[in-house]
């Protein structure tokens, strides 16, 4: 095991539970509580926080840790973008002030939010395991199988009646044409990661069947480093309707949001969401 190098806050806790992520497992090694899950197509990474100021990883994982949840960022530099005096995001970040935006791989974040419409969070780990278990190449660990997130090739080969046998109901025809369209080069992923504007970026995302505005900007923010994306759910929508006082609806209230909470507004909404989630 080795120790992996972050400026404080972090919870290991508060950022698995906080709706971006959704099939790590709970692992004890060497006596050490931790959990384990695949990124991607890799074998499995492990971490843990037996203290508030101490990560750990496996040798040989801890750059992939890091990166994976958002231990390379600080967010003293961060909470700078903030708006100033604004005590509802104070009150939010007081509450779960140890929480970091992950930056996944692509196709695992954007099919998983694809198939976390209108579901609770509960559910959509529920499909996650069943996909990756069903489609997923198998890993082990300390003697426990792990399943990395299936290709896109893999769902456009499975088809729409196959994957609806996963509880996926309607996301199962969005899934396998998302497939589909990566798997054919029609929809670039890499070109959508490495785009600088991020409505460009999120308009390519929405070309996909069954990618809305809150999907595709899921996937900038959780896993194409597009801090400034602001996705915009019924507990976000509730936050901002009775506490900032905003009637806005779609677009407007979209472009708004990310205008106030500026360059990381990505990082405002965990809060905000994770703070509503818990406490209203």
Known sequence: MVEVPFEAPFSLSDTLKSGQLFHWEELTLDGIAGYAGCIGDSGPCWIAQ??????????????IV?????????LAEIHRTFPENDPVL?????????????????????ATFITSSLKQVIHIRAISMTLRERYGEVHELAGRRFYAYPDPATFASAGEASLRKCALGYRAKSLALAGEAVASGRVDLEA???????VAARAALMELHG???KIANCALLFSCGQWGAFPIDVWI?????????KRLKGAKLQAWAERYFGCHAGYAQQYLFHFARKTL
């Open 50 to 63: 037996p203290e508030p100021g101490q990560v750990l990883s496996l040798a040989g994982q801890d750059d």
């Open 66 to 74: 890091r990166r994976y949840f958002g231990l390379d960022q600080s």
């Open 90 to 110: 104070r009150a939010a970040i007081a509450y779960c002030p140890g929480i970091r935006v992950a930056r996944q791989p692509v196709w695992e974040c954007l």
């Open 192 to 198: 959508i990661e490495a785009e600088s504007d991020p």
């Open 211 to 213: 990618v809305g505005e």
């Open 237 to 245: 929508e509730r936050i901002l309707r009775e506490h900032y006082r």
